[in-house]
């Protein structure tokens, strides 16, 4: 790590910070990595600006960082930050290339046009090593597809872990891309609170979901494998869980093997509950079989909580000490290791050293350090200057292509594409000879990017049902 903050290259980081709003990543460690991401950026000096989607985005991350740059996306957004950047083009980081459903512009048009060098971000593959699981629906497979595609346009690829880096370089094919190992960080929100004494005995606490490689129902057989002496007057708290299938079929586990009264299935939490859960826990466990970086282990850590995890994947490199780990499908062995921790006051005592350095390891700024650094040092060889994108462009639509030729003639700034529906629809078939772009009013929010227009203007014609939050409200500008 270098001695200070690292400059890029003294201009903006345009940092894509839509999966705050993505309906699966929002609620997830994705939307949170996102935010963590951009504060660990100012945290070391940089200058972020974020692209949000839409004013609603932009009024989520107001909420979330106070003070920070976030922009809605569009074409003036990429506009703005090329006339602060000078004559060197800014770095996009690309959050959503990895994310599922996979974003139809995780890298937007007006940055592809701009020639930006693309920074994305590599959570995992998975889904990718794990296909006959995951991928058995054409469309995830068709996704998969798309997303490998695009991995191969960007410049450099941050990858959270090691293990990531190396599971991505070979199931993508990614040759001899720079992957750069920048891990990842805790949000300082999660801290140890010392007003509030442990509990001996107490809560054991187990962070998991739907998806099978979380592995509750091993973590549940262990739990229920425990001496009685030992479960007598402790708890376990799972916490997530996702849908109510997965619940029921937790719980009809916990009937079954008897463990009733000592298990506590309770869905998913907002992180203010989890945090204090955590700061009061006696153990924390994280039997997930594979994971791309393992978050709720540097969590618990940094809320003070002893911890303990699987062997394999990159938890290795999260947790770093082979003590504080187990065989996450050896059910015995997963026992013991809970028994350890729980009954063993010298392994309790190494197991808190351990989370310690867990949390020192993995925070904010030596994550800010190592984006700054790989962006700095992985800028292409070949020098490009930025393309600033035209001063406008605009589209109209109307329910016939003869009204939006008047309703085009009509603007004062010369119009760049028509949309068009219901009975315009078939002069689409029939527009070889005509002078003007021509787009079904129907793509608009689904196949045409949301920054492919500065102003988008219907008139008695009904917008997709997938536009988004900013395209409606670009409408409305009519």
């Known amino acids: 790590m270098t001695g200070g903050p690292a400059v890029v290259g003294g201009v903006p980081v345009l940092v894509d910070g839509r999966a705050v709003s ?195 129902p091993r973590m549940l057989r262990a739990w229920a494998a425990l001496d009685d002496e030992v479960r007598s007057g402790r708890r376990l708290v799972v916490v997530g869980g996702g849908d109510r299938v997965t619940r029921d079929r937790w719980n009809h586990e916990v009937v079954h093997l008897g463990i009733s009264d000592s298990v506590q299935l309770v869905g998913s939490t907002p992180e203010s509950e989890l945090i204090a859960l955590l700061r009061t826990a006696e153990l924390s466990v994280f039997p997930s079989t594979e994971e791309g970086f393992g978050l709720p282990v540097v969590e618990a850590a940094a809320c003070g909580c002893p911890v303990i995890c699987s062997r394999g994947s990159s938890l290795d490199q999260v947790i770093g000490d082979p003590s504080a780990q187990f065989d996450p499908y050896d059910v015995v062995a997963m026992a013991g290791a809970i028994t350890a921790a729980l009954t063993d006051a010298d392994h309790r005592g190494h197991l808190q050293t351990v989370a310690r350095a867990v949390a020192t390891t993995w925070t904010v700024e030596a994550l800010g350090h190592r984006v700054a650094d790989a962006l700095r040092d992985h800028r292409p060889e070949s020098t490009r200057q930025p393309i600033r994108p035209p001063r406008r462009r605009i589209a109209v639509g109307a329910e016939t292509l003869d009204r939006a030729r008047e309703l085009a003639a009509h603007r004062a700034e010369p119009v760049s594409s028509l949309l068009v529906g219901g009975t315009g629809l078939a002069d689409l078939e029939r527009s070889s000879d005509l002078d003007e772009a021509l787009r079904p009013v129907g793509m608009v929010g689904r196949d045409i990017g949301a920054d492919e227009f500065d102003l988008i203007v219907l008139d008695d014609v009904a917008p997709a049902s997938t536009m988004t939050g900013r395209r409606r409200e670009v409408e409305a500008q009519r």
């Open 22 to 216: 993505h309906p699966t990543a929002s609620g997830r460690g994705i939307g949170r990595w996102v935010t963590t991401l951009v504060r660990s950026l100012i945290v070391v000096g940089q200058r972020p600006v974020v692209m949000a989607d839409g004013h609603r985005g932009v009024e989520q991350w107001h909420d979330l960082i106070d003070g920070v740059d976030v922009r809605p996306l569009d074409r003036a957004l990429v506009r703005g930050v090329l006339e602060e950047s000078g004559d060197v083009a800014p770095w996009f980081v690309a959050t959503q290339l990895m994310l599922h459903p996979v974003s139809l512009d995780a890298i937007p048009v007006t940055v592809s046009e701009a020639g930006l060098p693309v920074a994305a971000v590599m959570y995992d593959v998975i889904p990718q090593r794990y296909p006959s699981r995951y991928l058995v629906d054409a469309a995830a497979a068709r996704q998969s597809e798309l997303r490998s595609a695009l991995a191969h346009t960007v410049d450099v690829m941050l990858a959270i872990s090691e293990f990531a880096a190396v599971t991505a370089r070979h199931e993508l094919a990614l040759g001899s891309m720079p992957i750069i190992d920048i891990g990842s960080a805790v949000d300082p929100v999660f801290t140890p609170d010392d007003s509030h004494a442990r509990a001996r005995p107490g809560e054991t606490v187990v962070v998991g979901g739907p998806d099978e490689r979380k592995n509750i």
